[in-house]
Each structure stands twice: as structure tokens, then as C-alpha cells.
């Protein structure tokens, strides 16, 4: 029970200066836990007046994004339908026969009845 080497610690402890708190000691220590907490609470008032905002913006053009992507490749996929406004080749040719045969029916007959 008796160790030296603690009783040399006790006697350089008592040596030691001895320092008194200051009067203001406890105002101080209360002062800086209340500035903790209101530095918590301005850094989520804060967060919620800036943070939330960015973040539903940033959420809503991730959104955007991705359903516009979405969509492009969806719109590719369709086919596309054509509509012809000209007759074909095949329509004036047809056309072109049947005026000929008309015509030619009528040259025959414009010349007999000279």
C-alpha cells in the first residue's frame, strides 16, 4: 500500500500551482452550451430554408431527366407512316391509255362523217 512512486505523484500534485476559476466561470460554460445548441438549431433552419429547396430541385431535375430520356426512346420506336399525294406510274400510265383510246375512237369517227 505504501509505493513510493505514489507518494512522490502526491507530493509533486500538492507542489503544483493552484489555479482559481474565474467569477464568470459558470456564465461562460452555460453562455457556450447555449450558442451549441443555437448553432444546431441555425444550421437546420438553414438546411430547411436552403437545403430542403436545393435538394427538391435538384431531386426534380434528376426526374425530368430521366423521363425525357425515357420518352425519346420510345417516340424512335414508332414507325412512320408515309401518305402519297402524286399519282404513281403505274396510275398515269393507265390514265394516258384510256385518253388515247378515247381519242383515237374519235379521230375515227370525226372522219367519217366527212
Same mark, same amino acid.
Given at each position: ?33 447555449r ?16 437545403g *430542403? ?7 426534380? $431535375? ?5 423521363? +425525357? %430520356?425515357? !420518352? &425519346? ?16 406510274? *403505274? ?7 384510256? $385518253? ?5 375512237? +374519235? %379521230?375515227? !369517227? &370525226?372522219?367519217?362523217?366527212?
Amino acid at each position: 500500500m505504501n509505493d513510493p512512486e505514489r507518494d512522490e505523484l502526491w507530493r509533486l500534485l500538492g507542489r503544483a500551482k493552484h489555479d482559481q476559476p474565474s467569477h464568470f466561470f459558470a456564465a461562460k460554460v452555460v453562455a457556450s452550451v447555449r450558442k451549441l445548441k443555437e448553432d444546431r438549431r441555425m444550421f437546420w433552419t438553414n438546411w430547411l430554408r436552403f437545403g *430542403l429547396p436545393g435538394a427538391v430541385a435538384g431531386a426534380l $431535375a434528376v426526374f425530368l431527366t430521366v423521363f +425525357s %430520356v425515357r !420518352l &425519346d426512346h420510345k417516340t424512335e420506336s414508332k414507325p412512320i407512316i408515309v401518305t402519297q399525294n402524286e399519282q404513281s406510274d *403505274l396510275e398515269l400510265i393507265a390514265d394516258l391509255d384510256s $385518253a388515247l383510246s378515247s381519242e383515237e375512237s +374519235s %379521230v375515227w !369517227l &370525226d372522219s367519217s362523217s366527212h
